[in-house]
């Protein structure tokens, strides 16, 4: 069996389907001839760690943990952590900063290039050259971001020659929240030579979405493979309690950042509780995960306060179960030209979850294409009404709210899909199992 060596910065990870990413590949990757290596930190900093993704990870994989120093806690310590707007789920927008915050990023981006990881890379460059002596691989793979993830790569091939996949869930210098940074010319002339120097030197390059593939392959000449996110066939695979409750649930799981505040989709719930008694008493609004204080402002706000139900972080087997038994799915984007070219990392088990899913968001995006393809859902732009969509799915679920929901088009209105019918076999092709497959004949062919 050959052996991968693959640098991550989260393991065990925690969050949605993109940081899972590895472990998933990690999990399937044994079948198709590979023994995953991974090197990650010992004491990363992460939101939370899920340790249900622990029983996830193969018992064939080797793990090693070398110490990382981040300036993390010196943030927290100034900041206090989550406490003040802008420092919870993405304190890189466009949104209104206090002094201290705009401080803490300006020093954050102009110190610490290309991201606060940066101190992890030659001290793990040193040990891995030492580790590869005694326990050789035939190929490394680099996954970020963090982006300082590939330096590390980086650097090992130029040591060792050996092939070197970098894996690239999101983009760099074209990343939604790049533009938010203050960086100063020459930081910022550093992270496009960075980058430039990482898609050159590469043997490979991957990619999660056509756009961001189509990107990268006009800036290098080196080859730029197209392998999305997925969803684990297994994780949908447990029989779930019929829900008797009747409400009306609509479901978010994961980050909920406060720049994907989907400020028209409140207003138009708050005016369909005004329209109808009957909503009002059924409409259930569930919030999974780590979520900004403004969304939760802005639905009290709205008059929702009381149909909001705010259930924390939970394990990945938890929080898929409850996309499973949402009557709707809500998949907010984050604002910014560059978001529209990538794909929530979560939208893969939302369109495998069962239930209609419903965007906020550009209609041209990658990720409203996404559902279109899978007959999933439908995207609403940021500044449209949602209310007849959402009237259509609340009028056509059961009481039970797992009924065929319903989704209005010019002409009448159309079937999405059945719960019955799922995963369709366009979404089939997003399994972790296929597209673990894929990156193993990616591996074999660069190491012949």
Known sequence: MRRALIITYYWPPTGGS????????????????????????????QLAVDESMLEEIPASAEVIKQ???EPYAIYHKLMGRGSAKGAGVNPINSQKKSFKQKLMLW??????????????????????????????????ITTGPPQSVHLIGRGLHRATGLPWVADFRDPWTRMFYFSNLPLLPWVRRRHYRL????????????????RVQADFAARTSTPV???T????????????????????????????????????????????????????????????????????????????????KLLGYLPHPESVAELRQADVILLPLRHGPEYSKVYPGKIFECIAAGPVVL?????????????????????????????????TAAASSSAAGKGQVLTPEKKGVRYLHSPSARPTQEAAAYSRKAISKKMADLLETLCK
């Open 225 to 227: 493979h197209l392998i």
């Open 229 to 308: 996110n997925g969803y684990d066939e297994s994780d949908f695979s447990e029989p779930l309690e019929p829900r008797t409750d009747g409400k009306f649930r609509m479901v978010h799981t994961g980050l909920f950042a406060s720049d994907g505040n989907p400020l028209e989709l409140w207003k138009a719930l708050a005016g369909l509780c005004s329209e109808s008694a009957d909503f009002a008493q059924r409409l259930e609004i569930r919030l999974a995960g780590k979520v900004d204080p403004e969304i939760v402002e802005a639905v009290n706000e709205a008059g929702l306060g009381a149909h909001l």
């Open 67 to 69: 110490p990382i120093r």
């Open 18 to 45: 993109g940081v899972q990413r590895w472990l998933k590949f990690s999990k399937y990757l044994p079948e198709n001839g590979w023994q995953p290596v991974i090197y990650t930190p010992s004491n990363p900093e």
């Open 195 to 210: 980058e430039k120097s990482v898609l050159d030197e590469a043997s490979a390059v991957v990619s999660v979405t056509p």
């Open 107 to 140: 020093v954050r981006s102009n110190f610490f290039v290309p991201d606060p990881r940066a101190g992890w890379v030659r001290p793990s460059v040193k040990f891995l050259c030492g580790y590869l002596q005694e326990h050789p691989v035939d190929v490394i």
């Open 359 to 391: 965007g906020i968001g550009p209609a041209d995006s990658a990720a409203a294409e996404l559902l279109r393809s899978c007959g999933a859902g439908d995207m609403v732009d940021w500044d449209s009404d949602p209310s007849d969509y959402i009237r």
